[in-house]
Structures are given as structure tokens and as C-alpha cells.
């Protein structure tokens, strides 16, 4: 698994944790489960902020300085690249701007274009959000040994990406 130069940011010390456990958890839920592209560069995340006249909040900025886009263990966590970010969307606001999607079961990471923060939709559900405590939700959960076998995880993840279609 490709891990990107990790910046010394703010972030530094959840990025590392993730990158580790990413690798340590490869022989159980394979080589692809998680990746992470190289980072962009400030002048990068400036120039799309300007063309699209949005700022992206400072933690998402440091985590795009790390991982331009990545995913972490399969369907728990996918990070877009800012070309892929995703606007007018009918199930969100038309001023969020999805910039990933969490925990496998349908919640959006998103970008309000009003304010600049980040918040979480959770079907009609928006919450403001913390990057950081994601980054640390993401690594409770990645520690966390779950009850059900590898089997049972992908069953029950086909089962809601089956229900999330219709």
C-alpha cells in the first residue's frame, strides 16, 4: 500500500495512526481495502478555492495536503478529490457540496458553501462536524475488533450498499 509523505500539519498524528493500522490490517481485509493518493499542494487547494470561489475548511485542507483522495478499510471512509467533489445533488441542500462519504451506510461529508464548514448529512440529519474527531472516529473503529467475521462485515456492507440503490 502506496502511503503519501505525511505532512507535519495539525493532523499529523491521526494521519500516522490511520496510514498504520491501514497496513497492519491489510492481510484481513486485503491490499485494496485502503489507499490513499499523494497530496495536493497549497497552490493547488488555492487555486481551486479560487475557481470555484469556495473555502475548504483548514483540517480538510491538511488532510488534502496528505491524500488528494483516498479510501480507508473498503466502505468506512472515502475522501474525494476536489475535482470529484459533488454539488446539486437531490437528497442534500443545494449549498452542500459532498466531499466524501462515511461509514458505509449513506452519511455525506460535506462543505457548506455559505459558511465553509464542514457538517455530516445523515438522510434529513445535517450536523456541523469536526474533521479531526472523524479522523478519530475512523480510528476507534479501525482498533475496534468487530463481533462479526470478516464474512459477516461483507454481507451486511453488500446488504446496505443493496439498500442505499433502490
Same mark, same amino acid.
Given at each position: 500500500?502506496?502511503?503519501?509523505?505525511?505532512?507535519?500539519?495539525?493532523?499529523?498524528?491521526?494521519?500516522?495512526?490511520?496510514?498504520?493500522?491501514?497496513?497492519?490490517?491489510?492481510?484481513?481485509?486485503?491490499?485494496?481495502? @485502503?489507499?490513499?493518493?499523494?497530496? !495536493?499542494?497549497?497552490? =493547488?487547494?488555492? %487555486?481551486? $478555492?479560487?475557481?470555484?470561489?469556495?473555502? /475548504?475548511?483548514?483540517?480538510?485542507?491538511?488532510?488534502?495536503?496528505?491524500?488528494?483522495?483516498?479510501?480507508?478499510?473498503?466502505?468506512?471512509?472515502?475522501?474525494?478529490?476536489?475535482?470529484?467533489?459533488?454539488?446539486?445533488?437531490?437528497?442534500?441542500?443545494?449549498?452542500?457540496?459532498?466531499?466524501?462519504?462515511?461509514?458505509?451506510?449513506?452519511?455525506?461529508?460535506?462543505? @457548506?458553501?455559505?459558511?465553509?464548514? !464542514?457538517?455530516?448529512? =445523515?438522510?434529513? %440529519?445535517? $450536523?456541523?462536524?469536526?474533521?479531526?474527531? /472523524?479522523?478519530?472516529?475512523?480510528?476507534?473503529?479501525?482498533?475496534?475488533?468487530?463481533?462479526?467475521?470478516?464474512?459477516?462485515?461483507?454481507?451486511?456492507?453488500?446488504?446496505?450498499?443493496?439498500?442505499?440503490?433502490?
Amino acid at each position: 500500500m502506496y502511503i503519501p509523505k505525511i505532512p507535519n500539519n495539525s493532523l499529523t498524528k491521526e494521519i500516522k495512526r490511520i496510514t498504520e493500522l491501514c497496513e497492519s490490517k491489510i492481510n484481513e481485509y486485503g491490499e485494496d481495502s @485502503s489507499w490513499f493518493e499523494s497530496g !495536493l499542494s497549497e497552490a =493547488d487547494i488555492h %487555486n481551486w $478555492e479560487s475557481s470555484n470561489n469556495i473555502s /475548504i475548511p483548514t483540517l480538510y485542507k491538511e488532510w488534502l495536503l496528505f491524500s488528494e483522495e483516498s479510501q480507508i478499510r473498503n466502505n468506512l471512509a472515502r475522501f474525494y478529490k476536489p475535482d470529484d467533489f459533488l454539488s446539486n445533488i437531490n437528497r442534500i441542500p443545494n449549498d452542500l457540496i459532498i466531499v466524501g462519504e462515511l461509514m458505509g451506510d449513506g452519511e455525506l461529508l460535506c462543505i @457548506s458553501k455559505s459558511d465553509n464548514k !464542514l457538517v455530516v448529512v =445523515d438522510n434529513d %440529519n445535517i $450536523e456541523d462536524a469536526d474533521f479531526r474527531e /472523524i479522523l478519530k472516529d475512523i480510528i476507534r473503529i479501525i482498533e475496534d475488533k468487530s463481533g462479526l467475521s470478516i464474512q459477516m462485515q461483507e454481507l451486511l456492507m453488500k446488504m446496505v450498499n443493496e439498500s442505499k440503490e433502490k
